[in-house]
């Protein structure tokens, strides 16, 4: 039994009345609407019990919980479910080692126990999730050490072992320490590492990894805003500290000034010259700067002829000569619904609102087009989803006789917080964020315990609600930020 300010959780489960979260979503639009009701119902699908703790895993036929993006995953389905979204953070700090290692997945056995699998990073959507979900159930101090123990472990763990020449940059040692599954520029790596000191006869590995360097800021960062939490002024700069000095690192190894992008580097020292999305990545965990990353997405991410594609965001810049179309699960090119996902968070960190809106219209379409199917992969070229499953290796005979992917978590989660983040309600910490999308008439409420936020819309004009209490009316195309009493604190503009 774990008690959360003064929510008691038994057996992984959150009280009734603040459990009652739900998300009703109602448009004119009737493509739409069927949209994101397909979305809703088959997010669903990938709730599972794990040792009696209701999690959401991956989906798509991925059974497991990866922390690449399960802990991102329960966050963002907390406007949903509670219950499954705190579990989704708790089932990582407690498989955590001794020695501060987190597991990369988790895997629910036939016997129902739980084994945390360390064979690899298996990237780090996790820090400011946890943090979000400690928000949403209470702000137990409890929960807020947990988690704080847990970054430090396994900030202290990356900086103990991920440092093989002692330049400051943290390595990947396998393809699955950054989840980029069969990508080529991996070259030979393996595709797992179990070991505490790197394999010696990879090609490419150590590799001076921009992602796993940002897996350390994110820790730090994190454990700065929690030291703010706590009141402990002292704490909060020393971490800022080691933050600034591991983004300054990640700049002063990897970042082309000449170039404005992130490159990993070899075993040798030698640039990994693929000018890959991981530059997203690194917004996702904070650690470009604010010139790093308006230059980052100037001059790559909005450029037609590298990752602004009819569908944006390929894995690699389709100018690339590295780029590779493959509709089987590979990391080299098509366009990714977990990338999609991560997109939000790391654009609205760095201002870019209306970047998102954009994205998540092309997103919404892409799956319509589709016939409502959430694959994990699509075309940026045609936009087509790769109807292939997880293991596919071999193109031509996952086209013959892989089934079709459907229900992929990422993507389904993807697809309902663009809808959020363009025309519904974020409890973001301690604001509810009103963003008041264009096009149709809609309505949208948020419940969470006994409060209801909600937006009614024409499509030109929108009323804000808490509860039944009008906040005011605005013009559609912007994103009204209130504090939790309603009173408001800025707008942004999502929409041109």
């Known amino acids: 039994m774990i008690d959360i300010g003064g929510i008691t959780l038994t057996d992984g489960g959150v009280n009734e009345v603040l459990n ?20 809703e119902g088959k997010c669903g699908r990938n709730i599972r019990m794990f040792g009696g703790r209701k999690v959401l895993v991956e989906g798509g036929g991925y059974e497991k919980a990866w922390l690449e993006t399960q802990p991102m995953g329960g966050g963002m389905y907390a406007k949903r479910d509670l219950t499954a979204a705190l579990n989704n953070q708790l089932i990582f700090i407690d498989g ?18 739980v084994e945390p699998q360390y064979n690899k990073l298996q990237g780090f959507c996790f820090p400011e999730h946890a943090l979000d979900v400690w928000y949403l159930t209470g702000r137990d101090p409890a929960y807020l050490d947990a988690l704080a123990d847990c970054l430090r472990r396994f900030d202290e763990y990356l900086q103990r072992t991920r440092d093989s020449d002692g330049d400051g940059l943290l390595e990947s040692w396998c393809v699955y320490d950054t989840g980029e599954d069969n990508a080529l520029r991996y070259g030979k790596a393996p595709v797992y ?15 001076a990894s921009m992602d796993v360097t940002s897996y350390s800021y994110a820790c730090r960062e994190t454990l700065r805003q929690i030291s703010l939490l706590r009141g402990n002024a002292a704490d909060a700069e020393t971490w800022r500290v080691k933050a600034c000095e591991t983004a300054a690192l990640l700049k002063k190894g990897l970042w082309d000034e000449r170039r404005s992008a992130c490159y990993d580097r070899d075993r040798t020292g030698r640039v990994i010259d693929v000018l890959c999305h991981n530059n997203l990545r690194c917004m996702y965990w904070g650690s470009f700067s604010q010139e790093m990353a308006d230059r980052f997405v100037s001059e790559h991410l909005l450029n037609e002829n590298e990752f602004l594609t009819p569908l944006p965001l390929p894995s690699v810049a389709v100018n690339d000569p590295m780029f590779r179309n493959i509709p089987a699960n590979n990391w080299s090119g098509q366009c990714e619904g977990l990338t999609y996902q991560r997109a939000i968070p790391a654009l ?17 379409d892409t799956v319509v087009r589709n016939g409502y199917l959430f694959t994990q992969q699509y075309d940026p070229f045609t936009g087509a989803a790769s109807r292939v499953g997880m293991y596919s290796h071999d193109v031509t005979a996952a086209d013959a006789d892989e089934p079709v992917q459907d229900a992929y978590g990422p993507t389904v989660l993807a697809c309902l917080e663009y809808i959020s983040h ?8 301690d604001e509810v964020w009103f963003s008041a999308g264009k096009g149709m008439p809609y309505t949208y409420e948020q419940r969470f315990g006994e409060k209801t936020y909600g937006i009614v819309s024409d499509g030109r004009g929108a009323e804000l609600f808490f509860g039944r209490k009008r906040i005011c009316r605005v013009t559609c195309g912007c994103r009204i930020i209130c504090d939790r009493n309603g009173e408001i604190l800025r707008s942004v503009g999502i929409e041109d």
């Open 193 to 207: 590492w179990t070991e505490d000191a790197p394999p010696v006869n990879a090609d490419t590995v150590p590799m």
């Open 348 to 364: 609205e960190r760095y201002g870019y609102e209306k970047t998102v809106t954009y994205l998540g219209h092309r997103l919404l």
């Open 96 to 113: 955590q080692r001794a020695d501060g290692r987190m597991p990369g997945s988790l895997q629910c056995m036939p016997d129902g126990t």
């Open 20 to 39: 009652e979260t739900g998300v009703r979503f109602e448009t004119d639009d009737a493509v739409l609407q069927r949209l994101f009701d397909a979305a």
């Open 422 to 429: 363009i025309w519904g309600v974020e409890l973001k910490r």
